[in-house]
């Protein structure tokens, strides 16, 4: 990832609406939630949610698609794992200071149900 492109991702995430946003859109992983749903969730009235969605959408972090006449907006898990990767490239002096975890958003474990990383372990857990 370039600076400058890691700059304008960081700098969307830099307030504290938009990272809520990003958050519960994180959570409900690569189908997302309606601009409606998020409104709802985070109590923001329409005008202000719009500006806030159109910041993340310009920084790459999220994506919009149009079913009916309802916009969803989803996490961009590719550019938040680029963005985690850029910011430690080069951590721990060149020593390796543990495994850099991946987010793949409701990946299917082996017993069928789907899983979620535990961040402190790496490791797959179910989905609550």
Do not use: W
Not at 52 to 70: C, D, M, P, V, Y
Request: glycine share 8%; charged share 20%; with cysteine.
């Amino acid at each position: 990832m370039e600076t400058n492109i890691a700059v304008k991702a960081l700098t969307a995430l830099a307030q504290g609406t938009r990272l809520s946003i990003f958050r519960i859109l994180v959570q409900a992983g690569k189908e997302g939630l309606s601009a409606g749903q998020i409104a709802k969730t985070l109590d923001i009235p329409n005008a202000t949610l719009s500006f806030h969605l159109k910041e993340l959408t310009n920084a790459g972090l999220i994506t919009a698609r149009q079913e009916s006449r309802f916009i969803y907006y989803a996490a961009n898990f590719t550019v938040m794992n680029e963005l985690l990767g850029f910011l430690t490239e080069n951590c721990c002096a060149g020593h390796s200071c543990g495994e850099l975890v991946m987010v793949s958003c409701h990946e299917e474990s082996t017993s069928g149900h789907e899983a979620e990383t535990d961040y402190s372990s790496g490791s797959k857990m179910p989905c609550r």
